[in-house]
């Protein structure tokens, strides 16, 4: 069970952090990700973590936003700086096991930047 928090609102150009508790996962066997969803558009990818390995971005938040995660306990995080309104959305914590590819997903915490 993947478990987000720290959504919100918050104003143009404010931060936020978005915490995963990922304590029932294996840190060194899933990679971790956090997706967003805006009303009416696809579910993106934001960000994503390889157990002591790369990071990557979307383009849309590279420079802004930065992936972590701590092994014990295993939690992810998401700070989020700079944000927009176009960063509006549900975001998700995600945990993809390496080899078998299965997909875990929380249940989403909203974040909301008005224009």
């Known amino acids: 069970q993947l478990v987000e928090s720290g959504g919100g609102l918050v104003q143009p150009g404010g931060s936020l952090r978005l915490s995963c508790d990922a304590s029932?996962?294996?840190?060194?066997?899933?990679?971790m990700s956090w997706y967003r969803q805006a009303p009416g558009k696809d579910r993106e990818l934001v960000a994503s973590?390889?157990?002591?390995?790369?990071?990557n971005y979307a383009d849309s938040v590279a420079g802004r936003f930065t992936i972590s995660r701590v092994e014990v306990p295993h939690m992810v995080y998401l700070q989020m700086s700079t944000l927009l309104p176009e960063d509006t959305a549900v975001y998700y914590c995600?945990?993809?096991?390496?080899?078998?590819?299965?997909?875990?997903w929380g249940q989403g915490t909203q974040v909301t930047v008005p224009s």
């Open positions: 029932e996962f294996t840190y060194t066997q899933y990679v």
């Open positions: 973590s390889f157990p002591r390995g790369p990071t």
């Open positions: 995600n945990a993809r096991h390496l080899i078998t590819r299965e997909d875990y």
